[in-house]
């Protein structure tokens, strides 16, 4: 008897041993910093917006889903422990991936989750045709900024966030299997998610319900999970392949074609997005125009579920939140230009600006800067106010948009991916019934059935759905694909290195820079800012993203300031150190429109 005891002790530390080392094998690791505290006083940039107007920018759901949101709160971390883990929803875990602390409040946050994370009592879901709670991501995730300088925190709505959207996922998706496989865990899942005294129905009900999830997900994972060369090249921090990513969920997960899955080799940095409501193309590669669709396409692209395949697929049955995605437009647009969220001003938490300097920069911006990036705000509020204005273009709808200018990608000389692969991306339309078409025309077809079933459900007449479209004609073009890169105004810039449009130039001053000067390769992950070359600190630690310039989409040629021919990534002669110092300052100067001052005009 006591032999069997022993043996089978040995038998099952001996499994237990073995599964410890098989869970400790790379796929199975998440990689992030260890918590730090922020500095202790946190500011707001004045950016327009109330205290009420920015909670629910953070926590208002465009139909997107995680997890149903009673599991999210009984998940634990994916530690590999029999005996339990810290639970997934904890704070200081959350912010290890970047999120940034929220309060809690009763309606739109419950639970006091980070900014980015919404919760949606009616979640309807186009699979099963059932609505539940779930939890989600909102576009507040990878649009709220923070700059720690000295013991001050500065949070900025609409600026790039510094969080890991690819090792969360992992986290996210280890923790759901880890429930599942490891001993006891399923069982303290289940408590916490229907109490002690849940009966044997309600138990098999919850099994049933969370196996069926996890099934649910096989399909992606098989044809795109870690090895399958779809994802394996990572963005990193503050960055994420956007147009890919869009369109593998909507054209190999929502169609079911898994032969529509292409390679995310086009990392962009998450692009600041005060003021975008007003141009009159968004996306790095101007692809975009209609509002309503370029956030239909978000929200899909972050996980809203839409059902495009079977006998029912022409029905574009969908889980997107269209009465959320117009609140939070709305609250970034405004009733017109630099009425809705302002880029940030240089703040008086930051070494003050040397005026000299800014005079200086002033005058090179002019000659070297200005013919792409536009005059100063200024210049463009009175420009708007003109009948024959030069900078702004009015629809069929007498709406006004900026024109951005659009540059050729052979003359920037930028990374071409983000370009280039949504150009030669086709696709299987599957069900849909288009054949292979390009993929400007999948997402337009897809996210305009989207909408249209949203507006025909709710009977809205053509000039209702103008203004949710806000105020974009239905019959322009509101997706193309070229090979153009946008140059956009820099009021703000300074608020949301890395910069160019993968993220592949640490600061500002490398940015004026040869490439010769820019560094190959840097660390990501950090809030510390510096306020002198403009970007944050990059220095090594550990649990950071080491960017490497090598990898595909991460290239930092182009935009350069160099002696020789314009052209072929050349914009611009060389600068001394002190001229690029002087244009940093000037950008650090540039301010928001006084909205009291256009209120009179």
């Known amino acids: 008897m006591k032999r069997i005891v022993i043996a089978t002790a040995l038998t099952v530390i001996l499994l237990a041993g073995g599964a410890y080392l098989y869970l400790s094998q790379p796929q199975f690791r ?100 059932t609505t539940y709670a779930v939890v989600g991501l909102t576009c507040a995730a990878c649009h709220t900024g923070e700059l720690h300088y000295g013991q001050s925190a500065l949070q900025i709505d609409g600026a790039p966030a510094m969080i890991e959207v690819t090792e969360f996922q992992k986290a996210l998706l280890l923790a759901v299997g ?36 996890i099934d649910s997900a096989k399909f992606e994972l098989d044809h795109a999970g870690p090895g399958k060369g779809i994802y394996d090249n990572l963005a990193g921090f503050a960055r994420t392949d956007a147009l890919t990513r869009i369109g593998n969920q909507v054209f190999a997960v929502d169609m079911r074609k898994a032969e529509n899955f292409a390679p995310a080799n086009a990392p962009v940095r998450f692009p600041q997005i005060w003021d975008a409501s007003w141009f009159n193309w968004v996306q790095y590669n101007s692809s975009i125009a209609d ?47 630099y009425q809705g969220l302002r880029p940030p001003n240089w703040p008086s938490v930051f070494p003050p600006l040397d005026q000299k300097k800014v005079a200086r920069g002033a005058e090179l911006y002019k000659s070297m800067c200005q013919s792409c990036h536009l005059p100063p705000v200024e210049e463009l509020v009175a420009d708007l106010q003109k009948p024959q204005p030069i900078y702004w273009w009015q629809n069929s709808q007498k709406k006004r948009f900026m024109i951005v200018k659009d540059i050729k990608q052979s003359y920037v000389g930028t990374d071409p991916h983000e370009a280039t692969d949504f150009i030669h991306r086709t696709a299987d339309s599957g069900d849909l019934g288009m054949g292979r078409i390009p993929a400007a025309v999948g997402l337009e077809l897809v996210t305009n059935g989207i909408a249209n079933k949203y507006f025909e459900k709710m009977k809205l007449t053509p000039e209702q759905q103008i203004e949710w479209r806000a105020g974009r004609d239905p019959h322009d073009l509101p997706i193309r694909a070229e090979a153009i890169y946008k140059a956009r105004p820099l009021t703000g810039i300074w608020a949301v290195s890395p910069y160019l449009h993968n993220g592949s130039v640490p600061n500002l001053y490398a940015l004026l820079s040869p490439q010769s000067e820019r560094p190959n390769k ?67 100067s540039l301010k928001a429109p006084d909205m009291q001052q256009m209120a009179t005009r």
């Open 522 to 588: 840097f660390w990501t992950g950090r809030k510390e800012f510096d306020p002198v070359k403009v970007g944050h600190d990059t220095s090594e630690f550990k649990g950071g993203y080491l960017f490497d310039v090598r990898k595909p989409g991460n290239d930092n040629h182009g935009h350069e300031f160099k002696d020789g021919p314009k052209g072929n990534g050349v914009i611009g002669p060389a600068l001394s150190p002190d001229d690029r110092y002087a244009i940093i300052e000037y950008l650090k």
């Open 291 to 337: 509002p309503i669709l370029r956030n239909i396409g978000e929200s899909l692209g972050v996980r809203a579920s839409a059902k495009l395949y079977g006998p029912d697929a022409k029905d574009f049955d969908n889980s997107v939140h269209i009465e959320g995605l117009k609140q939070l437009e709305w609250l970034l647009s405004g009733e017109a230009p």
């Open 30 to 129: 998440v990689i992030v910093p260890q918590y730090q505290s922020p500095p202790e006083q946190l500011i707001h940039a004045e950016q327009g917006w109330t205290d009420d107007q920015r909670l629910q920018f953070h926590h208002t759901s465009q139909g997107t889903r995680l997890i149903p949101y009673e599991w999210f709160m009984a998940l634990e971390q994916p530690c590999l422990s029999l005996f339990g883990c810290d639970l997934f929803a904890d704070k200081a875990y959350l912010a290890r991936f970047g999120f940034l602390s929220s309060q809690t409040d009763p309606k739109l946050n419950p639970a006091g989750l980070p900014i980015g994370f919404a919760r949606q009592e009616n979640f309807y879901d186009p699979e099963t045709k």
């Open 178 to 213: 880890f429930t599942q496989k490891i001993p006891f865990r399923y069982g303290r899942f289940e408590k916490r998610v229907l109490g002690t005294t849940a009966s044997e129905d309600q138990k098999a009900d919850l099994k049933r319900r969370f196996t069926a999830f």
